[in-house]
C-alpha cells in the first residue's frame, strides 16, 4: 500500500519560514520523481515543484527564489523549504509521486496559513 504523509504545515505570520516533510512508503522512492502541489482555498489545484529521481529541480514562477525542494532517498522523504512567506500561499499542501508526466499517487495534504 503507498502512502505520502506530509507533515510540518501550521500558521505563519508573513515573511517567516515553514519545511514540509513527506514520508513516503510502497514506492521505489529513489527512482521516483517527486513532487509539491497546493490548493489556495476557492482555487484550483496547482503544481509547484518538483524534483527528479536524479535530484534536477523545477518550479512555478510565483514560488521560485523562495521555495525548495529537496530529498532524503536514505529516509525516503521529500522537503519543501519556504521562505518569505506570502498570504498567497496559503493552501492545503499535497505531496505527490509521479509516473512519467502525471501524478501516480497523492498525499492526505497539510495546512499552511500565512497571515499578514
Known amino acids: 500500500q503507498v502512502q505520502l504523509v506530509e507533515s510540518g504545515g501550521g500558521s505563519v505570520q508573513a515573511g517567516g519560514s515553514l519545511r514540509l516533510s513527506c514520508a513516503a512508503s510502497?514506492?521505489?522512492?529513489?527512482?521516483?520523481?517527486m513532487g509539491w502541489y497546493r490548493q489556495p482555498p476557492g482555487k484550483q489545484r496547482e503544481w509547484i515543484a518538483a524534483i527528479t529521481s536524479g535530484g534536477l529541480t523545477n518550479y512555478v514562477d510565483a514560488v521560485r527564489g523562495r521555495f525548495s525542494i529537496s530529498r532524503d532517498n536514505a529516509k525516503n522523504t521529500v522537503y519543501l523549504q519556504m521562505n518569505s512567506l506570502k498570504p498567497e500561499d496559503t493552501a492545503v499542501y499535497y505531496c505527490?509521486?509521479?509516473?512519467?508526466?502525471?501524478?501516480?499517487?497523492w498525499g492526505q495534504g497539510t495546512q499552511v496559513t500565512v497571515s499578514s
Open positions: 510502497g514506492i521505489a522512492f529513489s527512482v521516483n520523481d
Open positions: 505527490t509521486a509521479f509516473k512519467g508526466p502525471r501524478v501516480s499517487y
